[in-house]
């Protein structure tokens, strides 16, 4: 698709979905200075605003990006909107052994910490979180502040593998880890404090560093129930 026949499709109908044939960056503003998440091919999404730049809002997670004007061309009209499927726990619980192999596959091939990364081989720490669960058919909200949000509340001592552990500050959860069982959570963690990349760490054996650092910083557990219903556009938040 050309810039022409998008405005033009807009201006007829600016509630239209696009699909995107190949993943797209979407960055945090207009003048592109960072990475703010990425859109996998096949993913639906809305343009918001179309002149002077082109905002766009992904459908699946309500997340608001800016897109390249040159990406266009890998855009097409959706064939159909953009349904969520209807995920309840018991979904989830039977979903939760492919999520956690998708997090050790990727541990298992070259990869960095990358902020605003969804799509492999680079995450950030809640777009690994958010594709490990997509891949079984599970949407999650896109930050790691929202899907602390999303789940519901747990003791850590009644920690299950799948369940999600955050970390942060007391005003804002600022990463989140899967948990594995036996005290392991794998997670996608930064050069400053962590591994640049995805690795395994533990909330209760502290040796390793990294484990100590994160364990200083956690916040709270949460347990998915059930699967993210887009609630339209929605304010843009801050990755992790």
Not at 156 to 182: C, M, N
Request: aromatic share 10%; glycine share 10%.
């Amino acid at each position: 698709m050309q810039f022409g026949e998008l405005k033009d499709r807009w201006r007829i109908d600016p509630g239209a979905e696009y699909r995107c044939d190949r993943t797209l960056n979407l960055y945090k503003t207009p003048n592109q200075p960072g990475l703010v998440t990425q859109a996998a091919a096949h993913r639906s999404l809305k343009v918001l605003t179309i002149e002077p730049s082109l905002q766009v809002q992904l459908c699946s997670d309500d997340y608001l990006g800016w897109l390249r004007l040159t990406d266009i061309q890998w855009l097409t009209p959706a064939t159909a909107p953009y349904q969520p499927p209807t995920v309840d726990r018991g979904d989830i619980e039977r979903a939760i052994p492919g999520a956690i192999a998708f997090t050790q596959a990727a541990m298992a091939v070259p990869n960095h910490y990358l902020w605003g990364g969804t799509v492999a081989p680079n995450y950030d720490c809640s777009g690994l979180v958010q594709a490990a669960f997509a891949s079984v058919g599970v949407p999650l909200p896109r930050d790691s502040y929202q899907q602390e949000a999303f789940t519901a509340a747990i003791d850590k001592s009644d920690l299950l593998p799948g369940d999600l552990i955050f970390f942060g500050t007391l005003e804002r959860t600022t990463h989140v880890a899967l948990y594995l069982g036996a005290g392991r959570y794998i997670h996608s963690s930064g050069k400053d404090q962590g591994r640049n990349g995805v690795g395994v760490d533990s909330i209760v054996d502290l040796a390793h560093p990294v484990s100590h650092t994160y364990a200083k910083q956690y916040r709270c557990c949460g347990r998915i129930m059930n699967g993210y219903k887009p609630q339209g556009v929605q304010p843009a938040g801050t990755v992790c």
